[in-house]
């Protein structure tokens, strides 16, 4: 499958640390409100600890810093990674040890820290990512790193959810620091990262020489609006899918039992698919096809509207959507590390991957008044139309100067 055994090691390394980007996240997010809501904890204090994950909405803030310092352990990128995967670990086993019910000012500042590790993390291993991938190796690489990614949150949300129902919170969070643990073995043994990349000289430097060289790009602004708009119809449906199931006759148990296995497995497989489609025709292209792909299959909730609560019509709904997302984010994700300069993927790529929330933050809070307002069936054709602006953008991706002019010449 892989040219060469440096390739292959490459690509491992890649799946592993996307399994250890992921799994903070949703271990200060909904697993870590069903544990206060397991204790009874009131709803409004549940409710503020939405903003323990503020890290990572602004990591880019602190991002220049991974650009200009290193630590004296590994190399550039391994160095950082390895040092975050240590707080984490110990950070998550003194959360399975603190009491929700007596201190949960405590378990608040404990998530906050957790947050800010974990998007340190993210910074790193993205930086990490771009830098050890050739050009052609990205969309592949991007797939397994998304892949690891979505696995990891499936671990941290339904088997530590399993875990504590079956033994015990403690035991939940214990073994999920444990498997942070065990991602340290996968740092320590993947490949090194360039050290042949020149740093900035300082501080000040790594703050805005990356946007200094990225606006100095010809159709710098198109591609910021592209990456805004590429994935806001998708994500405006999204937004709505679980309500909206339960509005036309579903049950939490199908919707769980549909969600969790089929979506899943398809969006793994959307996003291996469309890993090898682009190692054969290049990341512009794939993103045109993608996006047309990921619209036409929002269509099907549509036609779910039509046809009420049918499990097969469910089932199929939802492989095709969670295929067109794993394709179409795969091919995202690649788009936005091909961007980036290698001196200074830290900040770039935190930059770059930070807008990827605004369309669902803007248009996500007004997804219910749409909902309403026009009906299910409208809405997600409202949805599917929305991806059109993103797709002209990308009509003039010809246009744009590229990190790498190789991938210019792929459209």
Avoid at 18 to 36: D, E, Q, R
Avoid at 130 to 154: A, C, H, K, M, Q
Avoid at 355 to 361: I, N
Wanted: overall charge positive; some cysteine; charged content about 15%.
């Amino acid at each position: 499958m892989f040219s060469d055994r440096k390739q292959t090691g490459r690509m491992i390394s890649v799946l592993f640390l996307g399994f250890s980007s992921g799994l903070p996240l949703l271990l200060i997010g909904g697993t870590l409100k069903a544990w206060l809501a397991n204790e009874k904890i009131d709803l409004a204090l549940i409710g503020l600890f939405a903003f323990v994950q503020i890290p990572y909405a602004f990591k880019f803030v602190w991002s220049p810093i991974f650009d200009r310092y290193s630590l004296p352990i590994l190399d550039r990128r391994r160095g950082w990674i390895l040092f975050f995967q240590i707080c984490l670990t110990a950070l998550l086993t003194a959360m399975a040890f603190a009491r929700p019910t007596d201190a949960p000012a405590m378990m608040g500042v404990l998530a906050l820290m957790i947050a800010f590790c974990g998007a340190s993390q993210d910074i790193v291993i993205d930086a990490y990512r771009r830098e050890i991938l050739t050009d052609n190796e990205l969309g592949l690489g991007s797939t397994l790193g998304v892949t690891g990614y979505r696995i990891s949150n499936w671990v941290a949300s339904g088997l530590a959810l399993i875990v504590a129902g079956a033994v015990s919170w403690q035991a939940a969070y214990l073994s999920m620091a444990a498997l942070m643990a065990a991602s340290t073995i996968a740092t320590i043994l993947s490949p090194k990262s360039a050290a042949q990349i020149s740093r900035p000289a300082n501080l000040l430097q790594a703050a805005y020489m990356p946007l200094v060289e990225y606006f100095r790009r010809s159709g710098a602004l198109e591609m910021l609006l592209f990456i805004l708009l590429f994935k806001v119809g998708d994500q405006m449906a999204s937004e709505m899918l679980n309500p909206f199931y339960l509005s036309i006759g579903f049950d939490l148990k199908e919707i769980g039992a549909v969600s969790k296995t089929v979506g899943m497995v398809s969006t793994i497989a959307g996003g291996f698919i469309g890993g090898f489609w682009m190692l054969r025709v290049g990341i512009l292209k794939s993103l045109f096809v993608f996006g047309i792909f990921q619209a036409v299959s929002t269509l099907g909730f549509s036609f779910l509207a039509l046809t009420g609560p049918s499990l097969w019509m469910l089932g199929g709904v939802v492989a095709l959507e969670n295929v067109a997302s794993g394709m179409g984010t795969s091919a995202y994700v690649a788009f936005m590390g091909s961007l980036c300069d290698r001196r200074f993927t830290a900040t770039q790529y935190a930059l770059l991957s930070s807008l990827m929330g605004v369309p669902r933050a803007i248009f996500g809070s007004a997804s219910g008044v749409l909902a309403k307002n026009m009906g299910w069936g409208p809405y997600f054709i409202f949805c599917t139309l929305l991806a059109i602006p993103g797709l002209l953008m990308l009509m003039r991706a010809k246009h744009w100067q590229k990190a790498d002019d190789e991938l210019a010449m792929k459209i």
